[in-house]
């Protein structure tokens, strides 16, 4: 297997988001913001640019590879089911993951990037863009975070009394209902950001302890898959099953040990799988 220089990768993510990104963070044109499958479904030209030059930046990293990008998928240029060949690499990029914030002059957005070789994520970036801070793993070697080795804080307190992010918006709408009262009485501090970089670097940072995910889409979880697993944390996907490079559906749920995740599945997910 090659040996990608992280430092170099990140390099490369951090130039690109000063050239084709930060410049246009509250700066575009309306011309510049388009939807794709709805009105709350935004693409932006620093999305697009973004994305091009990282895909030929990657390409020419490691001769030979492919790119999974989340605006060449949308655009039916690439095709989704490239993570499931067993050979070769794969890069996995959302190149302003959090869109609808950077479209309205919210900071939390940045760009996510993955490396899949055989089927398997073996390196991710996530880089919170407005603050330069990054985030860096590599299977077997732990997380590092704005240079910082880390580990997924410990949940030393009740559920009802800990941060964490759950996205009621794409929970199917019976559960979404049949789940109100628990959601309100049984957790404590929950919110969703609309951007999973930044979801990720928050429970990374220790600022927060758990996440919930109904919708998988990989550029947005795959990195930060990786870097809670690194950090000595639980991913698994709603039904128990651990979570790979090839699925795009079943949910996801990241907690700081197997006993969290357990009460969480218990409290949301009994009923449903």
């Known amino acids: 297997m090659i040996h990608i220089d992280p430092d170099k990768v990140s390099g490369y993510i951090r130039e690109v988001a000063a050239e084709k990104i930060t410049p246009r963070f509250q700066n575009l044109l309306e011309s510049e913001v388009n939807s794709k499958t709805g009105p709350t479904d935004l693409v932006t030209i620093a999305d697009l640019e973004a994305e091009v030059e990282l895909t030929r930046v990657f390409k020419d990293l490691i001769p030979g590879s492919l790119v999974l990008g989340e605006e060449a998928v949308s655009q039916e240029e690439t095709d989704i089911s490239l993570l499931g060949q067993e050979e070769g690499y794969v890069w996995v990029i959302d190149p302003v993951d959090g869109t609808n914030n950077f479209a309205s002059g919210n900071e939390k957005f940045g760009t996510i990037v993955a490396l899949a070789h055989g089927g398997e994520i073996v390196q991710a ?57 628990v959601l309100e009485n049984e957790f404590g501090d929950i919110r969703t950001y609309m951007c999973c970089a930044h979801e990720y670097l928050e429970i990374l940072s220790g600022d927060a302890y758990f996440s919930l995910y109904s919708r998988i889409r990989p550029w947005d979880h795959q990195a930060g898959g990786l870097m809670m ?43 449903y799988i």
């Open 125 to 181: 970036w996530i880089l919170d863009i407005p603050k330069d801070r990054m985030a860096i793993t590599e299977k077997g070697s732990g997380v590092e975070l704005a240079g910082v080795c880390v580990s997924h804080p410990k949940l030393d307190q009740p559920l009802n009394e800990a941060r964490g992010f759950i996205s009621r918006k794409f929970l199917p709408p019976k559960m979404k209902e049949d789940l109100h009262d």
């Open 229 to 271: 697993r690194e950090a000595g944390g639980v991913v698994k996907k709603w039904d128990g099953s651990s979570y790979e490079a090839k699925d795009l559906r079943g949910g996801l749920i990241c907690t700081p040990d197997q006993d969290t995740w357990d009460e969480i599945y218990g409290l949301l997910l009994n009923n």
